[in-house]
Structure formats: structure tokens, C-alpha cells
């Protein structure tokens, strides 16, 4: 279970693919305990069925239009490949009743996660002389990635034993960042100081005392040192450019149908938006999209590079336009339910100062950290729309649960 968690983590960027191999030992193990569970020997903790349960809905929203018009199967990443990853990742949870992953697998996992990102992003820049890092997938995906990992990686050194341990996460902190930063991708940064915030004012105070400081002085802190690190991130000149390129293609739109980034999502959001309200319940499913996207080209209502792109860069309106209704309430359910349960996890574990309540607290703000990050990245990119936003989200979600609402002793997690 420890070699499953922290190969997630820490092999998530820096290899093709590097999340893949913690999933797959996840599975093995879900498959190993699942004779437990149907004999009644292992039980479904509450968080984890109603985890499982959202994941389940997920499943079944992803297979809706997966037979196309003409009455085949939709096998490609958008069909029949999306639905049987949720169930594979239903088959791992499991495992997570039978044996939390320990805390050192998922503090160094994020750590040697954000460090290996950074210094892939680091290599594809300065040695590939490459304009965006990419990290073998695209450079938006790799660069929201690689940030929540490395806010993950300060969310462990705030909550820190050992100055080793304080050290490797402020380091991987810092290269995450640096990997988002050498992505290009301005999304992820509109979500940073949010994330920040919430790191900062939910971790225990920065100094070393026993009592905690209100609320009310802890937000305060939390809210100066997000604005100062805010202040010295606007005035990096890849942040300046891409900002001063951001408010050009803006103004440039305005004037005629543009090629640009923003030109190009403005476009998505509207058609996206047209034909959700054309079929609001279900939506027109991702073949007939793609058809309408085609055709608004044709029309020249869209740029003509929409058709290299199969999704709206909006996750909530993609969703409205593709199932409708049905699949935005699924996706909020999605969102809801892994969010709930850590914003009752960090209240469970208000003011308490034990090893044990640390480890679950550092979970849990964890796995708030990532659901608010998907919320954020979803409003320019769609996340879902790609394997590895799908995996990161449902088996890092999972390990957060499994630990932050854990009943077993101090010592199986510490």
C-alpha cells in the first residue's frame, strides 16, 4: 500500500505515464481484498461508500451517448476506455479498507513528485529549449498538475516533524511552482493564490508554541503571506508576458473571430453554451459535438484551429453540452461529496495537537487543496477530458479519504 501511494505521487510527472504504476498496485491489492468484502470480513467505511458511490455516478454519466448515431460503440478516451477506468479505480478502493497508505509515503510522495516535475519542466526548457514544459502530456495539464503537488509538498512541511522533512517540502513546493511557471499555463496561476490561502489559514500556525492562534489572526497571516508571494510572482517576466499576452488576445478578439488562446475558449463557451441549451437534459454527447464544433468552422463562427480540439475548456459548460443537466449535477456531485468529507475531517481535528490527528489534518487539507484546485483549473481547461486529470483526481482523492478518515491506530499511518 505505501509503494502504491507514494509511487502515485511521486512518479506522477517526471515518467510518461508515472501515475499509472502506483494504480496499478493499487488495483492488485483492491482485487486481493475484495474477497473480504463480499464475505462481509472487511466493511465499507461511510466516506469511502459515498466516495465510491460519486465515482459510480461518474461512471455511468461517461457512458451516456457511447453508442453513436449510427449504432456503434464509442471505444476511444472519451467512450467505452473513461467508463471501464472508473470501474478499475471502484475495484482499488478496497484496499484502502484493509490498509491506509502510511504518512511518509505520501509526504515524500509529494515531494519527490513536485521536485521530479520541476526538474522536468527545468530540463525541457533550458536543455530541449522547448517554449512550454509540457511533461510528456500538454502543457496545461502538466502545469496544474505539477502545481498541486507542489502545494501539497508545503501542505507536509507546514505539518513537519523534522527540519529534513520541513526542507524536502518546501523544496518540492518551490520546484512545483517552478514547473507551473515554466508551463505557461495561466490557469493554474488565477487558482494559486486561492490554494495558498487555504494552505496558509488551515495548517497549524507557522510558529512553534502548542496554542493556536484564532482563526481570525491566522487568517489575517495567511491572507498577507498569499499576497506577498502573490506580489512577487506578478513581477517574474514569464508571469508579466504571458499576462500582457492574455489582455492583447482579449482586445484582439473583440475586432474579428481570433486564433488565439482566449479568442479560441471564448468561441468553445459559446457553442458549448448554444448547444447545452439546445438539449439541456442530456446534452448531444461528444460525437455531435465535435460535429457542431466542425460545422460552426465551416460557418466561420469559430476559428478554424477549434477542430484540433475535442472539449470546451470549461469543464461545466463541456459537461452541460455534452449530458446536459444530468451530467453537471453528477460532476458537482463529484466535486461535493470528496469536499464535504474534508471540510468535516478538518473540523473533526480543530485544535488538536497529536501525531495522529496532524496526519489526518495534513490529509484532509490536502484533499480540499485538490478538489478547490480542479474547481479552478475546470473554469479554463478541462481537466477530465484527459487520463491524467481523471486518475490524479480519483486515486489522489481516495488516498486523502482513506487516511483523513482513517479508525485505525496511530501507529498504522504514522
Known amino acids: 500500500m505505501d509503494a502504491a501511494a507514494f509511487l502515485t505521487l511521486a512518479a506522477a510527472l517526471s515518467v510518461p505515464s508515472g501515475y499509472s504504476y502506483g ?21 465499507w467505511t461511510p466516506p469511502l461508500a459515498l466516495w465510491g458511490t460519486a465515482i459510480a455516478v461518474m461512471g455511468l454519466v461517461w457512458g451516456m451517448h457511447i453508442v453513436d448515431d449510427s449504432g456503434r460503440l464509442v471505444t476511444h478516451s472519451l467512450g467505452l476506455d473513461r467508463c471501464i477506468k472508473y470501474l478499475l479505480v471502484l475495484l482499488c478502493l478496497p484496499a ?11 509526504r515524500w510522495g509529494c515531494a519527490i513528485g513536485a521536485i521530479g516535475a520541476g526538474l522536468t519542466a527545468l530540463w525541457e526548457v533550458l536543455a530541449k529549449g522547448l517554449a512550454r514544459a509540457d511533461g510528456y502530456t500538454n502543457s496545461i495539464q502538466f502545469g496544474n498538475l505539477a502545481l498541486l503537488l507542489g502545494v501539497w509538498s508545503g501542505v507536509w512541511a507546514l505539518h513537519a516533524d523534522t527540519p529534513r522533512q520541513r526542507a524536502a517540502g518546501w523544496l518540492g513546493a518551490a520546484l512545483g511552482l517552478t514547473a507551473s511557471l515554466a508551463s505557461g499555463s495561466r490557469g493554474g496561476w488565477v487558482t494559486l493564490p486561492l490554494l495558498v490561502l487555504l494552505g496558509l489559514w488551515l495548517s497549524p500556525p507557522l510558529t512553534r508554541g502548542g496554542a493556536h492562534a484564532s482563526m481570525q489572526r491566522r487568517g489575517v497571516r495567511a491572507l498577507g503571506l498569499t499576497a506577498a508571494l502573490c506580489a512577487l510572482l506578478v513581477m517574474l517576466p514569464p508571469v508579466q508576458q504571458r499576462a500582457e499576452l492574455a489582455a492583447h488576445e482579449y482586445l484582439q478578439q473583440e475586432q474579428s473571430v481570433g486564433e488565439s488562446s482566449v479568442g479560441l475558449r471564448l468561441a468553445f463557451w459559446q457553442l458549448a453554451w448554444t448547444q447545452g441549451l439546445a438539449h439541456p437534459w442530456v446534452g448531444v454527447g461528444q460525437g455531435d459535438y465535435e460535429k457542431a464544433q466542425r460545422s460552426a468552422v465551416a460557418r466561420q463562427e469559430m476559428p478554424r484551429h477549434a477542430v484540433l480540439f475535442n472539449h470546451a475548456h470549461n469543464e461545466w459548460l463541456d459537461m452541460f ?26 473540523r473533526d481535528t480543530a485544535g488538536a495537537a497529536t501525531s495522529a490527528t496532524k496526519a489526518r489534518r495534513a490529509a484532509a487539507l490536502c484533499g480540499l487543496i485538490g478538489v478547490v484546485g480542479f474547481l479552478g483549473f475546470g473554469m479554463t481547461q478541462v481537466m477530465f477530458a484527459h487520463n491524467n486529470g481523471n486518475l490524479m483526481y480519483l486515486l489522489t482523492t481516495s488516498l486523502w479519504l482513506a487516511v483523513c478518515w482513517h479508525s485505525a491506530r496511530h501507529d498504522d499511518i504514522a
Open 23 to 43: 494504480a496499478l498496485l493499487l488495483l492488485v491489492l483492491g482485487l486481493c481484498a475484495w474477497p473480504g468484502v463480499l464475505a462481509g470480513r472487511v466493511r
Open 96 to 106: 484502502l479498507l484493509v490498509r491506509r497508505p502510511g504518512v511518509p509515503a505520501l
Open 321 to 346: 453540452a455534452k449530458r446536459g443537466l444530468l451530467g453537471v449535477l453528477a460532476l458537482a456531485l463529484f466535486y461535493a461529496v470528496p469536499g464535504g468529507l474534508f471540510w468535516r475531517a478538518l
